[in-house]
Structure formats: C-alpha cells, structure tokens
C-alpha cells in the first residue's frame, strides 16, 4: 500500500498537469484558430501563428491525458492513427462531401483565383489559377495516391510474399533462380524503372499500381524468404512434417501465419515509399495527369516562380504528402519493433 504521502504527491502531481494541461489546451486552439482564420495577417505571420498553436495545443493535451490516464501516452501514435482514418474516411466519403470543385474548370469561371488559405470562408485551403478548391483537389488526390499505393503493395506483398515462402521453403535451385530475379529486379535504379515503364504504360491507376508493385516485391521476396528459412527450422514444422503433412500444408498451415506478420508491417513501411513514389512520378508528369488531382501533380503547379507569389499552392498538398507518408512510417516502426525485431533495428 502506498503512504499517505506518496498520494498526496501523486495528487498534486495530477492536478498540475491537468492544470497547466487545461491551459496550454486553450491557449494554443485559440492561437490556432486566429492565425488560420486572420485573412488580414501575412501568410508567414498566419504559419507562425498556427504552429505555435498546434505545438501548444499538442503539448497541453498530452499533459491532459496523463494526468487523466495517469500514466504515459503516445499522443503522436494516436494523431497517426487518427490522421490516416480522416484522410481515409474522406477519400471514401468525398463525393458526399460538401466540397467544392476539384477538377471541371468550366464551374469555376467566376471563382477568385489564388485565394489564400482562411478557415472560415467558402476555400478553407485556398485555391489554385484556375478558382479550383485546394481542400477538395488534396481530398480527391488523397484517393487516387492511397488507391495507387495500397494497390501496389498488396500485388507486391502477395506476389513477393508467395515467391519468398516458396524460394525459403524449397532452397536449392528454386532459391537460385529467385535469388537471380531478386537480384536482377534490385540492380535497376527504381525511378529509372518507373519512368521506363511509363513510357509504354498509359498513366492509369491499374497501370501504375503494377509498376510500382514492381519496387515492393524484390524487398517482399527477401523479408519472407529470410522468415520462411528461420522458422522452416523450428519444432512445430518439424512436427508437421513428421505427422505426414504435405508440403502445400506446411507452408500454408505452419510458414504462412508466422512469415505474414513481419511481411505486412514492412508492407505498412512501403506504402509510405510508394505514396512519395507517386507523388515524385505525377510531379514529373510521368503520372496522372490534370485536371484529375493528385499530390504530385498538384505541387507541380508552383512551378515557374508561383510558389514565391502563392506559397500555399505548394505547401498545402505538401502538408497532406507529408502529414500521410509520416503517419504510414511511424505505425511501421510501431509494428516493426513488435512483430519484426531484426528490421526494427536496421
């Protein structure tokens, strides 16, 4: 039982925090709020504004929560979490959102054109040259990036996956001539692929999932192969085999459901390399193309010198690029350091 006075402290200790928590919670949405709504303001003074609220913001709710929780909380895994259900939900949901248009140039004639970002008007975001909703073009690019990039790693982590648990399994000759492909597939600079195939491939969601499938499966092959030989090893298959099951049911009863795990938290990882991958494609206009949004092609429209004159052309599909990629890379960490240990150490 703890004494009187360790409570007493554990009390006071509570209260601080949920104080001062309370505090900076209030004060830091306040400054937020102001810096983003302010159209008077300039847009640097709005930025420095609104970080300085969000840091405030973030540190009096993490304080909040352990005073309420009592003990520590990962708030930036929650945000993650959070983040990417939003920009899921919203790519869903987009065309039942109250958006405005995103991609048909005829319906924004008498719209203002580069409009600065302010929470409470009609273009929370901004818009572009053309009077085109820079929250709804960031909301529709987030669907055909997401679309693209989990399109891919589930090609990628299937096909690779499979070949890995095969080539890990069988080794001898199957394990060459994987070990040949892997290998061959590895030694191409990935962006000199992806623009060779984009040559020949039209710049269709179908098309460029395969092609960017093409980066996850040499990584999918190893990670499952190196897995696949490590537990081929352990009692339970070896128990199997001597029970009389078939090579198809080890693999499928006894290699898979351990070989997934570690797979699909580097498959978490990926998508976050494929979400920049295609940014990088469609910024080069090697990917989708306008009017049809994605976040690539919609930081390409800074170039020429408007960035200088409309820096949030740039900065708010960069704030989506970079708020998704970080999201998908710290959950991968998360589940790397849980179920994949060796990877998590690299």
């Known amino acids: 039982m703890p004494?009187?006075?360790?409570?007493?402290?554990?009390?006071?200790?509570?209260?601080?925090?949920?104080?001062?928590?309370?505090?900076?919670?209030?004060?830091?949405?306040?400054?937020a709020i102001f810096g983003w709504s302010t159209p008077s303001l300039l847009l640097g003074g709005k930025a420095v504004l609104?970080?300085?609220?969000?840091?405030?913001?973030?540190?009096?709710?993490?304080?909040?929560?352990?005073?309420?929780?009592g003990r520590r909380v990962d708030l930036t895994l929650w945000l993650c979490v959070g983040w990417l259900v939003a920009i899921v939900l919203a790519a869903i949901l987009a065309?039942?959102?109250?958006?405005?248009?995103?991609?048909?140039?005829?319906?924004?004639?008498?719209?203002?054109?580069?409009?600065?970002?302010?929470?409470?008007?009609?273009?929370?975001?901004?818009?572009?040259?053309?009077?085109?909703?820079?929250?709804?073009?960031?909301?529709?690019?987030?669907?055909?990036?997401?679309?693209?990039?989990?399109?891919?790693?589930?090609?990628?982590?299937?096909?690779?996956?499979?070949?890995?648990?095969?080539?890990?399994?069988?080794?001898?000759?199957v394990d060459s001539v994987v070990g040949i492909f892997t290998n061959a597939l590895l030694a191409v600079p990935p962006l000199?692929?992806?623009?060779?195939?984009?040559?020949?491939?039209?710049?269709?969601?179908?098309?460029?999932?395969?092609?960017?499938?093409?980066?996850?499966?040499?990584?999918?092959?190893?990670?499952?192969?190196?897995?696949?030989?490590?537990?081929?090893?352990?009692?339970?298959?070896?128990?199997?085999?001597?029970?009389?099951?078939?090579?198809?049911?080890?693999?499928?009863?006894?290699?898979?459901?351990?070989?997934i795990l570690p797979v699909f938290s580097m498959a978490v990882v990926m998508i976050s390399a494929?979400?920049?991958a295609e940014a990088s494609l469609s910024f080069l206009g090697l990917g989708i193309q306008q009017p049809d949004p994605t976040w690539g092609n919609m930081i390409a429209e800074g170039e020429g010198g408007i960035m200088e004159d409309h820096p949030h052309i740039v900065l708010v599909p960069g704030a989506f690029l970079f708020l998704t990629v970080f999201a998908f890379n710290l959950l991968g960490e998360k589940a790397q350091a849980r179920w994949d240990t060796r990877s998590a150490k690299l």
């Open 95 to 173: 065309p039942y959102l109250p958006l405005g248009e995103q991609n048909d140039v005829a319906k924004t004639l008498l719209e203002p054109s580069y409009t600065t970002p302010a929470l409470l008007t009609e273009h929370p975001l901004g818009t572009n040259n053309q009077g085109l909703d820079l929250l709804a073009r960031s909301i529709y690019g987030a669907r055909t990036s997401l679309m693209i990039s989990l399109l891919a790693v589930a090609v990628g982590t299937v096909v690779g996956g499979t070949i890995g648990v095969i080539a890990g399994y069988f080794r001898k000759g």
């Open 3 to 31: 004494s009187k006075k360790a409570l007493r402290a554990a009390s006071v200790n509570r209260t601080r925090l949920l104080t001062v928590g309370a505090v900076l919670t209030v004060v830091g949405l306040a400054l």
């Open 274 to 276: 494929l979400i920049v």
């Open 50 to 69: 609104f970080l300085a609220g969000v840091a405030l913001l973030f540190q009096g709710v993490n304080r909040l929560l352990q005073g309420v929780l």
């Open 192 to 259: 000199i692929l992806l623009i060779a195939l984009s040559t020949f491939l039209d710049p269709s969601i179908r098309n460029m999932s395969l092609a960017l499938a093409l980066l996850t499966i040499p990584s999918m092959i190893r990670l499952a192969r190196a897995n696949t030989i490590t537990f081929a090893q352990r009692e339970f298959v070896m128990a199997a085999r001597l029970m009389g099951a078939t090579r198809m049911r080890v693999m499928a009863r006894e290699l898979v459901p351990n070989v």
